[in-house]
């Protein structure tokens, strides 16, 4: 029987030379004067890698320009334009440029046509044209394509359109990891972490290796939940199987460390990464500043920069806020100032917000607010009044208080939750009329307090509390508990805090309400559901109030058990009766 035998045909010189010039404008232009009198300018081969080297090159000028010369250019050589263009986000529009032109020429796409113009709709969050694209791929019969539908998935899951993301992915007969990572990511980009984690565990179900991407979306998804037990199920995968602890995954891992409130193990993948950048870096900052511990996010900081690397706006959000939470004032203050003096950068929002804060804590309002009219004369940030009322109430002083409310409620009247501190800053000042103005106003524009609620994982489940919630199957038996504890806290001392709530209730309706607050009905659950010796940890949507704050500090020596809650501002690690915060929050 007669073997053939297939030689590779050698490049032409003028190849050789394209490939020797490489992604470099100007080499490009000489090999391109070259290919042009030694007579091979209609070359199609050779005009379809120099179309894919200036595009390589940035020059997205002379790519077009090269373009334009060709006659009547083929599938592939669009197809290879649209690809090259589809890697760089800047240049993302062009594909859909060239896409269009494709269309226009009556040229047929291919999969590889499809899958890299969805890509740059996703990048681009162009879900208008997505959506024409994904006619297209009906029309030419790519509809059942995996690589198109996984691309399709990103699409509108980037787009923030999760039904018609979960009817591409529903439809998929054989789905690649590509596809399941675009799915959960989706889930997870859009605030759906439930979503993304039971997703996650039917992929493990169907015996899908998970890989470093799919493990970046549960983390964060493990992260907003507080689903300690899972993000430690995925350190000790990575771990045990070998991943690669890169920069993208090392600060994921920190992250749900940090936002599960255990500082220490987040610092030991910190030290573990073999690379750091600036994020990794501010993530360990910004973990130790909502911790509670403001010296260390400070020292870092400085370590940070001993180490050569310069912090952008973000680091100096985190040690800002650091610096307010632990009422290090005077390096605060340094830290401000540094960014533009030895940083020469321009303070945003975010800065000015941390100074008010830090200062406002700190009983400084005159300063906090002498900043504002200085430095941010016309029109501040809503934020930045925001900061500024919440210190006006922490300290009790009603006229400035009412005084910033004003200009806050000019600023975002729709807002509900000024009208709520507001009315708070009344009732601590015993203004009842005035409260009852406010409530009035609120009621008029149909506004709604936000309602509060805590969530807990026992036993790798997710179980959420709101006030006076009595949905839960055991519900006697965490309220008979809760008002067993809560009779030993206040034979230990404890004392309701009834400023926490609304001053018309009578002292028996107040400590009615304080007592099943959401935070307090998860802790009762936990304490009930959990072994000895195994922290509490809850997520809060709000603000603790100070009421559950001293309850949960008695609660923690009484149980002899340590209570980490993390609420919209920050994290309280409860023990032996005292608070990570030192009352400082």
């Not at 790519?63 to 263009?85: C, E, G, H, W, Y």
């Not at 690589?147 to 787009?159: D, E, F, P, S």
């Not at 309002?365 to 002498?370: M, R, T």
């Not at 506004?447 to 959420?464: A, W």
Request: glycine letters at 6%; one cysteine or more.
């Amino acid at each position: 029987m007669e073997t053939k035998q297939h030689h590779k045909l050698p490049h032409s010189p003028a190849y050789n030379f394209l490939l020797q010039a490489g992604p470099r404008l100007y080499l490009l232009h000489q090999v391109h004067a070259h290919i042009i009198v030694s007579g091979y300018g209609r070359s199609r081969s050779l005009l379809t890698k120099l179309l894919n080297l200036a595009c390589a090159a940035g020059s997205i000028s002379y790519t077009r320009q090269i373009f334009l010369a060709v006659p009547n250019p083929d599938s592939f050589l669009f197809t290879s334009l649209i690809k090259s263009t589809s890697k760089s986000h800047n240049f993302s529009i062009y594909s859909l440029y060239f896409y269009s032109r494709m269309v226009l020429s009556n040229v047929s796409p291919s999969n590889y046509t499809f899958t890299s113009v969805i890509k740059s709709c996703a990048d681009l969050s162009a879900l208008k044209h997505g959506r024409v694209v994904h006619g297209h791929v009906l029309v030419h019969g790519f509809g059942l394509d995996v690589y198109v539908q996984a691309a399709l998935v990103a699409l509108y899951g980037k787009c923030g359109d999760l039904i018609n993301a979960r009817k591409v992915f529903d439809k998929i007969l054989e789905r690649s990891i590509v596809a399941w990572n675009s799915m959960i990511s989706g889930y997870e980009q859009n605030g759906f972490a439930k979503e993304a984690i039971g997703l996650f565990d039917r992929m493990k179900e169907t015996g899908v290796e998970p890989d470093s991407a799919t493990f970046v979306s549960v983390l964060s998804a493990c992260a907003h939940l507080g689903a300690f037990s899972l993000g430690c199920w995925v350190h000790e995968y990575i771990v045990g199987n070998g991943l690669d602890l890169n920069v993208v995954l090392g600060t994921s891992l920190i992250n749900m460390y940090i936002r599960c409130g255990n500082v220490s193990k987040a610092r030991e993948v910190f030290d573990s990464m073999k690379e750091r950048n600036v994020v990794a870096w501010t993530a360990m900052i910004s973990g130790y500043g909502t911790n509670g511990y403001g010296s260390q996010a400070v020292e870092l900081f400085h370590e940070m920069r001993r180490n050569g690397l310069f912090p952008n706006s973000i680091t100096f959000v985190a040690v800002l806020s650091a610096c307010a939470h632990a009422g290090l004032v005077n390096e605060g203050r340094r830290l401000f100032a540094s960014i533009r003096e030895d940083y020469h950068l321009v303070p945003g929002v975010e800065h000015h917000v941390c100074l008010v804060d830090m200062l406002g804590r700190a009983g400084l309002l005159d300063e906090a607010y002498n900043f504002i009219k200085e430095e941010i004369p016309e029109n501040p940030a809503p934020a930045i009044l925001t900061a500024m009322l919440g210190a006006c109430k922490m300290h009790k002083n009603f006229d400035l208080g009412a005084q910033v409310a004003e200009h806050l409620l000019a600023a975002e009247p729709e807002n509900p939750a000024h009208y709520v501190i507001l009315s708070n800053i009344y009732a601590l000042a015993g203004r009842m009329d005035q409260v009852e103005i406010v409530r009035n106003n609120m009621n008029r524009k149909c506004l709604k307090k936000q309602v509060g609620y805590s969530t807990i994982e026992v036993d790798q489940k997710t179980y959420l509390f709101s006030m006076g919630d009595k949905s839960h199957s055991e519900t006697n038996a965490i309220y008979h508990y809760l008002d067993e504890l809560m009779w030993k806290c206040r034979e230990a001392g404890y004392v309701p805090v009834s400023d926490s709530v609304m001053h018309e209730l009578e002292e028996e309706e107040r400590e009615y309400a304080l007592r099943y607050h959401s935070e307090k009905l998860a802790i009762a659950f936990g304490l009930l559901k959990t072994s000895h010796g195994t922290p509490i940890r809850i997520v809060k949507n709000l603000r603790m109030c100070e009421d559950c704050h001293l309850a949960i500090k008695f609660i923690s020596a009484i149980s002899s058990r340590e209570i980490i809650v993390r609420d919209k501002l920050r994290f309280h690690h409860f023990k032996v009766g005292s608070c990570s915060c030192l009352d400082y929050w």
